[in-house]
């Protein structure tokens, strides 16, 4: 009898814990795309990809921060830098008004974001892709500096 409550158990325990993981990626889904769309989002920066280095773990918190028009960098930079103010500058830590903002879904929903910064010492473009599971990968391209990209996540 208990064999029998058992794999009644489980043949509707199944179905239904399937059912609800397929439903938290689709809810996930949903509020990663309803954030980006927002405008107002960050993202939290793990890893750092040098263009010409070993990847760095960052164990400080860096961040990426979108507020509609403006966007806030702190993020870290390593490489090399060819014409830059004299004891090194501020690199990518900024709050600036960013230009020529760009956002395109694809089919699987992953967003591209592209926008564009000048700031004192630089003239950035920054390529954001963000996938459906909230990971990110930042891509940036200084003029003054060799390019730089970053992982991490979509904070939700």
């Known amino acids: 009898m208990f064999f029998l409550v058992s794999i009644l158990l489980i043949g509707v325990v199944q179905p ?3 059912q609800s993981k397929q439903e938290k ?16 989002y960050t993202i939290e920066v ?15 918190s860096y961040t990426l921060e979108m507020r509609g028009d403006s966007v806030i960098s702190h993020l ?7 014409n830059i103010p004299y004891g090194g500058g501020d690199g990518l830590r900024f709050a600036k008004s960013l230009t020529d903002k760009n956002i395109t879904f694809d089919d699987k929903g992953t967003a591209d974001i592209r926008f564009e910064v000048r700031t ?14 909230g990971s990110a990968t930042i891509f940036v391209q200084p003029v003054n500096r060799q390019s730089i990209t970053f992982q991490g996540n979509l904070e939700l």
């Open 120 to 133: 004192d010492e630089d003239k950035f473009t920054y390529t954001v892709k963000v996938f459906n599971d």
């Open 46 to 60: 793990e890893r750092a990809l040098p263009l010409n280095g070993t990847p760095v773990n960052l164990t400080s």
């Open 16 to 18: 239904t814990m399937a």
């Open 76 to 82: 870290p930079y390593f490489g090399r830098a060819y």
């Open 25 to 40: 990626k689709e809810q996930k889904q949903k509020e990663v795309k309803e954030l980006l769309e927002s405008g107002y």
